[in-house]
């Protein structure tokens, strides 16, 4: 079935580090692919998406591009800073399944100054 | 501004007890999900409903059940609340096709004693 794996954490940087999180998937067909960031105490938001092959998602400084040949949808941002400590969650549409997500493990990401 | 919210933020039960989550979304969406989150495990589908009256089994549907009877509100139960039932619950709501973000209550965090 469906699956989305991510890199475990917790991942711990220093500000204005590099941040990659990685995520692959095992799918059918064409999925939607999702990045949502849970910050302390609140529920989840999107912060990006791509709905094709080789689409580039971007918010807030954050990019991921989705790569069918590697199936990867990897998170990267150039310089993180102390207010992007969040638990960071890799989504997946399910196959023709209108709406709903598949959802890798989380990856807690904290930035120390 | 989008908003979904959910009645209570935290809640502690005593084994046994029926317990209602209540879920309202304001965005006139045709779906609505009910999540648990526990911790190296992500995000898991419990319930998802895509109509006034409708629903569908997620992936942890044991020891659950919902009730929509308004688009605007989805409600879950737990008939007889169990301490494995202790965690995180998410309300999230979308339009109905699969590339749609879902959007997200605060969470609800259960304690079942």
């Not at chain 1, 989840?44 to 954050?62: C, E, R, Y």
Request: proline share 3%; hydrophobic share 30%; charged share 25%.
């Amino acid at each position: 079935g469906d699956s989305v794996t991510q890199m475990e954490g917790p991942v711990t940087l220093s500000e204005e580090a590099f941040l990659t999180i990685n995520c692959t998937y095992t799918a059918t067909g064409y999925p939607s692919l999702f990045w949502y960031v849970q910050y302390p105490g609140e529920g989840l938001q999107l912060l990006l998406k791509a709905t094709k092959a080789d689409d580039k998602g971007s918010n807030k400084g954050f990019e991921a591009t989705y790569r069918k040949e590697t199936t990867s949808f990897h998170l990267e941002k150039g310089s993180v800073q102390v207010s992007d400590s969040a638990v960071y969650f890799c989504a997946l549409s399910r196959y023709n399944q209108g709406g709903k997500l598949i959802f890798g493990q989380g990856t807690e990401l904290s930035v120390k100054p | 501004d989008v908003k979904v919210t959910q009645s209570s933020r935290y809640l502690v039960k005593r084994t046994g007890e029926k317990v209602f989550l209540e879920c309202v979304q304001d965005m006139d969406h045709e779906n609505m999900f009910w999540y648990r989150q526990d911790p190296g495990l992500g995000l898991r589908l419990i319930y998802f409903s895509y109509d006034v009256k409708m629903k569908e089994k997620g992936d942890i549907p044991e020891g659950y059940s919902v009730s929509r009877e308004k688009k605007e509100r989805f409600s879950l139960i737990l008939e007889s609340a169990s301490t494995n039932q202790t965690s995180m619950y998410l309300c999230a709501s979308s339009f109905l096709a699969s590339q749609e973000t879902q959007y997200f209550g605060p969470g609800t965090r259960l304690l079942v004693l």
